[in-house]
């Protein structure tokens, strides 16, 4: 699949979206439901569902599918839905793709498998099974820092001969190893940042946008930074990104998703507290991000 500068597989700006849960900790369908919509207004192209920010270790496949099945309905043709659909496990992520699929939605999203920290040939023939067993795009999410495990440069050229393999999540946080991917890959595999403090340089040199976290709060202005870099206006892109660079910290001051649902619980609506292993947080974060989103707001 070959990609022009306006054609893009799902757009220039994802949320990683979080899944709300009620005062009892079970899923919010409804707060999923709103949830979405108001991203898609805010200026995001698509949602994904179930990923690292959707807390995912947490959720049940059963859990996952009503969530994909929820988003869907939700965001009908708005804009694209992403579901999360790795595991650690080939045959589960084959399964749960399969059930996506037929839950309606635009692409899925492969994480490395964690934790068993497979060899280079693993990851080739783990994420061709879900590639396989796909109808719609996926994207490989390379995030080594979470998973015990990077997918190299020459893997993930050899995945970008698959039809169905179009897009890399980069949540690697080198530079280098991003323009190395571009240079091996080319047209075949579109590059989204999986790190929005790194966005704009990696637009820079090559990637298409983003895959982001702090848009659940900003963005417009998100939106605006990756509109104006994908048109070369870099001064403008330069700007905005340094109005934001103190929100995108902030986002990350305790584990993804601990701030920014603290934050969508004081600013927005309730989203509920996170599962265990994971905490709420705590009031010096929760007034950084707020102070942080005060000044990007002002882009």
Sequence with gaps: MKRSDMDTP?????????TPFDAAGAIDTQGAWDLARHLLAEGSDGVVVAGTTGESPTLSADEKLMLFRTVVEAVGDRGVVIAGTGTYDTAESVHLTRQAVAAGVHGVMAVTPYYSRPP??????????????????????????????LIEVPTLARLAAHPR????????????????????????LAIYSGDDILTLPMMSVGAVGVVSVASHLAGPQIAAMVRAA??????EARRLHLRLAPLFSACFLEPNPIPVK???????????????????????????????????REA
């Design 10 to 18: 799902f757009g220039r700006v994802l949320t990683a979206m979080v």
């Design 120 to 149: 280079q040939q693993g990851l080739i023939e783990h994420f061709t099974a879900i590639a396989d067993a796909s109808e719609v795009p996926v994207i490989v999410y390379n995030i080594p820092s979470r998973t015990g495990r």
């Design 165 to 188: 393999i179009v897009a890399v999540k980069d949540a690697v946080g080198d530079l280098a190893f991003t323009t190395k991917t571009a240079e091996a890959c080319g047209d075949r």
């Design 230 to 235: 994908a048109e070369g206006a870099w001064d």
């Design 262 to 296: 603290a934050a969508l619980d004081a600013l927005w609506k309730p989203v509920g507290r996170p599962r265990l292993p994971l905490v709420p947080a705590s009031a010096d974060t929760l007034a950084a991000i707020t102070a942080a989103l005060a000044l990007a």
